[in-house]
């Protein structure tokens, strides 16, 4: 082979090596884009999925449901189903056709027996229903309930049937005993009369024909 041929055929050699890394060098920059796409879009879902998370706990945090705690014959003791709320004051409306006021509580939730009791025998006495009950009675009412979660301050509104149970005659008096306290439902604060009274008409009727 000549000088020639054999210069001709290293060039070629050099040329051949010079594509091979060029090749390399186009695939590690693939490789590094790819690594940089890959690290972003983690970080991406990370943080999507952290704002995720906040959210549903605020949500939860924010969303209010009370139990009866500890009772007596004529109060029930109110208490939140999640220990890291806390209430602060609370709002108790009842059905229209008891023609009262709210009552209103503060730093004790609780519901008194005494604030409605007269009422409700009235209506009951006037709608001709049994002067005993024959199992737990139901009563609606609305509880705006002003709380803290998270140190944040929050406002539920929502409408429970407060258990209790009558004994006695009209003219000897009755006897009313509160018994617990179920969610029926989150309501808006501007349509909670109109609840509380479709509501009561409904216990109402079925009362009556029980």
Known sequence: MSSAEQQEKAKAARRRWITFGEIVGVIAVGISGLT???NWNDRRETKAEQA???SRAATKASRLVLVAGETGKH???????SADQTVQSQTILFPPALQLSPA???GEPRIDAGWFEHALIRVRN???LPDASRGDERLPVVIVTRFLADGEPHEDVAMYDLGYSIIGKFLSGHSLT???LSLVAHVKRDQAGAKLDARWKKLLSGAGAS
């Open 52 to 54: 995720a998370t906040a």
């Open 126 to 128: 006037d709608a001709h």
């Open 178 to 180: 509160l018994r617990g």
């Open 104 to 106: 209103e509580t503060t």
């Open 75 to 81: 109060e029930l003791a109110l208490k939140t189903a």
């Open 36 to 38: 940089l796409w890959n």
